[in-house]
């Protein structure tokens, strides 16, 4: 297959019309616009010898940024993403241990950023002259290494192949189309990427959008005043929230005495759990324009739908992430231990990467799920102790490591906790340096805790920081989940 032929072949029909927006600033790019800086990346990326090879992003969401996922992609290259409020040393870590050839960071990130990065924004691209060429590619070969945890010499990501990507944008692509996101999806439709592009929303809406070759606009990050002008300005109608987005979103709107979500038809969230009561609320406010879906990066962007429909009377399935979409198997491996029908859940479709599938093609995720008479699918945890925050996966290994580095640590165990704010958040039971009893009890350091909370932010991603740390005398005194 040639790198990146649909998304160039879409960018090059747009033509004229613009399809990226800034939403707070001037810069708009039409299609032939940005297929032209996308290819003088390209060649520059090309000319440093990165064709081809993995190649580490770090930038807060914008239209370069787009333009630096896209490039790497047109010179059969592998994208390496670093969330963009991962402290420096995280972002090293994952760098380093993914053997990235090299780095494209924005001009915020590039003081630090690796020796010898590239760097590519709005107000500086990086181009070469001359013609790109066309690369072919495998379509089994590494489109994108999603980072999971660099962590004990180890490093766990999700190799999405480049046929699995182009899964990932017909499905998505049907799904808009078919009324599955929310009936009337018509011409006027445009996107509004507030989720950092690397997660689930480049999956769900930014590139998707982009290969149907719909308009989009591009905020650097959430924040619900943003939102609510933006959208408005710009007649955005749809985007992808984690449930705290949401929340935050219906708390400004009521605020401002605004009538509903404006000119959002549809605002898919995803990722965590979010509270009954929250959820009603929410679409008090907002109107019937949620859309849940559950997805999995080693299986697939989205594999569940809860539709605007189902949220209309949520005392029926108002606890589950929907029915599976028409285009992937779903079954429920018994898995020992748990309740007769409870069991991991398995998935086959084109979008599951081969790493993780077992020789029939079916992908177990690992998550303790079951289905109801009706069909709908119900999550019960994790079987393999991975957190689940906010709808971002922390490893509680990472964040032990990470705490065991402190010298106020001795030891530490890390798990998640029931929360009715982030689904699960991250805890740490923390034995500290020199602990006895008193170390614990009331002449313990009150002010410990936070300090090592304020260590951890110089070492790991702000969703990785455990949201609590309590200090025991010995690891075998913390209390059974």
Not at 175 to 186: E, S
Not at 354 to 373: F, K, V
Request: proline residues 8%.
């Amino acid at each position: 297959m040639i790198a990146g032929e649909a998304s160039r072949g879409a960018l090059a029909a747009a033509a004229d019309r613009v399809l990226l927006i800034d939403g707070q600033g001037p810069r708009k790019a039409t299609g032939e616009e940005a297929e032209a800086e996308t290819a003088r990346l390209a060649l520059a990326l090309q000319r440093a010898g990165l064709a081809g090879r993995r190649v580490g992003l770090w930038a807060w969401n914008s239209i370069a940024a787009i333009e630096a996922h896209l490039a790497v992609e047109w010179t059969g290259g592998t994208r390496v993403p670093v969330d963009p409020g991962a402290p420096p040393a995280e972002a090293a870590a994952i760098f380093a241990a993914a053997d990235v050839a090299g780095v494209v960071a924005d001009a915020s990130h590039a003081p630090d950023a690796p020796p010898g990065a590239l760097v590519h924004d709005d107000q500086a691209p990086l181009s070469a002259p001359g013609t790109l060429a066309e690369h072919e590619v495998d379509p089994a070969a590494m489109h994108l290494l999603y980072p999971r945890m660099a962590a004990a010499g180890q490093f766990l990501a999700v190799p999405v192949s480049y046929a699995n990507w182009a899964a990932c944008m017909a499905v998505n692509a049907e799904l808009y189309r078919g009324g599955h996101y929310g009936a009337g999806f018509g011409a006027d439709e445009r996107f509004l990427t507030v989720q950092q592009m690397l997660h689930g929303t480049g999956m769900l809406g930014t590139f998707p959008f982009l290969h149907m070759g719909l308009p989009q606009v591009i905020l650097p990050r959430f924040d619900a005043a943003a939102v609510i002008e933006a959208a408005r300005r710009h007649q955005a109608t749809a985007t992808f929230f984690v449930p705290g987005m949401v929340t935050r979103l219906a708390d400004a709107v009521a605020a401002a005495g605004l009538p509903g979500a404006g000119p959002l038809r549809r605002i898919l969230y995803g990722g965590a759990p979010i509270a009954a009561t929250d959820l009603s609320r929410a679409l008090g406010i907002l109107g019937p324009v949620l859309v849940q879906v559950y997805g999995r990066f080693e299986g697939g962007w989205p594999l569940a739908v809860l539709g605007i429909d189902d949220h209309k009377d949520l005392t029926r399935h108002g606890g589950s992430c929907g029915r599976p979409i028409p285009q992937t198997e779903l079954r429920i491996r018994p898995a020992p231990g748990h309740e007769v029908g409870w069991g991991e859940l398995c998935v086959r479709n084109g979008m599951v990467v081969a790493d993780w599938a077992d020789p029939d093609g079916w992908c177990g995720l690992g998550d303790l799920a079951r289905l109801d008479e009706d069909g709908y699918l119900y999550l019960g945890g994790r079987l393999d102790g991975m957190i689940n925050t906010g709808s971002y996966h922390v490893y509680p290994r990472e964040v032990e490591e990470a705490l065991a580095a402190l010298p106020q640590v001795r030891a530490a165990l890390v798990r998640g906790e029931a929360d009715p704010a982030w689904g699960q958040a991250v805890t740490a039971y923390v034995v500290p340096a020199g602990a006895g009893d008193a170390a614990v009890g009331a002449d313990a350091d009150p002010e410990l805790p936070e300090a090592i909370r304020a260590e951890l932010r110089d070492r790991l991603a702000a969703y990785k920081v455990p949201k609590r740390v309590i200090l025991v005398p010995r690891l075998e005194d913390v209390p059974p989940v």
